[in-house]
């Protein structure tokens, strides 16, 4: 596996605000090492960009903090969620490899 990279599986969940955004939770031990790579280089809002891959779909994109879930957050946009065929409470097999930390 290339440097900076994680592999794991999360559930697929809706925002409870008007939009139908949809996110993962990234597990705490994933979350607690990108804290520690990133803690100095963070963009606005703490964001952290990512390239991931679910099933045959790549793309790039921002993971963000979420105090409520003590954890960093994925945005699942539609394009993706149409083409790897996922709904809420799907458990979605995920591969995520920081963008400009060295890799």
Known sequence: MAAHTFEF???LWLYGGKA????????FDVTDEIDELTSEATRGFGS??????????TWTTSIFPDAKRESFILPVKAAVRKAESLAVDSDCRVRLQLVDFGN
């Open 20 to 27: 139908t955004w949809h996110f993962l939770t990234l597990p």
């Open 9 to 11: 599986t999360a559930p």
């Open 48 to 57: 952290v960009r990512v390239q991931v891959t679910i099933g045959a779909t």
